[in-house]
């Protein structure tokens, strides 16, 4: 079955430390779809990122970086010299190939506090 | 940019009454979900929507929930006869051509039952 885990549920850091958030997911299909949304304090779901199970290069921007390994199903985030800005609840999500509607399988997420 | 629009924000409701709740997606979009968080927890799914008919439910999607899209704008959720556990923050999706794009999230309505 489908499943998305983030075992840490919340992380503080201070200013300009550098972040990495954890997701392991579970999936029986070979096709697949990885996602990370921010929550931010006011509520909204934000789309930061998209990977497919093809497409395991890292990805870079800005601050925001992404690290894919398919061997560990593990796809982690990672915010480098974070800022106060940056704290957030952060979803890690994953959407099945074989999945005919395509909907979004959450984990728990994690809650950052990034403190001045 | 083109967001997805929920309203109203917030929407406190006496227990066994009926509430809709309202969502412009995207306009060329095809496809539109349903998704609940009950405070503090994770996003979850309860129905997808694509070529005017459901196309998946979740089990948390019951006879008191139904959706709609009455005319090309709007897509809507009701439920029938509210409970105090409905209680929680309804978000609106909507894609182009999932998963190839992602899926765009409104600001969410907080549904309260009282």
């Known amino acids: 079955a489908q499943k998305v885990t983030q075992a840490q549920t919340e992380i503080s850091v201070v200013e300009k430390e550098d972040v990495t958030l954890d997701c392991v997911y579970e999936?029986?299909?070979?096709?697949?779809?990885l996602f990370w949304y921010k929550q931010p304090p006011s509520g909204e779901l934000v789309f930061l990122i998209r990977?497919?199970?093809?497409?395991?290069q890292n990805e870079i921007s800005g601050r925001y970086s992404w690290n894919f390994q398919k061997s560990t199903s593990s796809f982690n985030f990672t915010i480098t010299a974070s800022q106060v800005v940056d704290s957030a609840v952060y979803f890690c999500?994953?959407?099945?190939?074989?999945?005919?509607?395509?909907?979004?399988?959450f984990g728990s997420g994690t809650r950052l506090l990034v403190r001045p | 940019e083109p967001e997805v629009t929920q309203t109203p924000s917030h929407q406190v409701t006496q227990m066994g009454q009926e509430v809709i709740l309202r969502c412009v997606p995207i306009?060329?979009?095809?496809?539109f979900y349903w998704y609940r968080q009950i405070l503090g927890q994770k996003v979850e799914f309860l129905v997808s929507?694509?070529?005017?008919?459901?196309?998946?439910k979740s089990e948390i999607f019951d006879d008191q929930f139904s959706v709609e899209r009455p005319d090309g704008s709007n897509f809507t959720l009701k439920i029938r006869s509210t409970k105090l556990e409905d209680s929680a923050m309804y978000f609106c999706?909507?894609?182009?051509?999932?998963?190839?794009?992602?899926?765009?999230f409104g600001d969410g309505t907080r549904l309260s039952i009282l």
């Open positions: 990977r497919n199970s093809f497409d395991e």
């Open positions: 306009s060329n979009h095809l496809y």
């Open positions: 999936t029986r299909d070979t096709t697949y779809y």
């Open positions: 999706a909507s894609s182009e051509i999932p998963p190839y794009q992602p899926q765009h």
């Open positions: 929507f694509y070529n005017n008919e459901i196309s998946e």
């Open positions: 999500a994953l959407s099945e190939g074989m999945d005919s509607s395509y909907k979004l399988i």
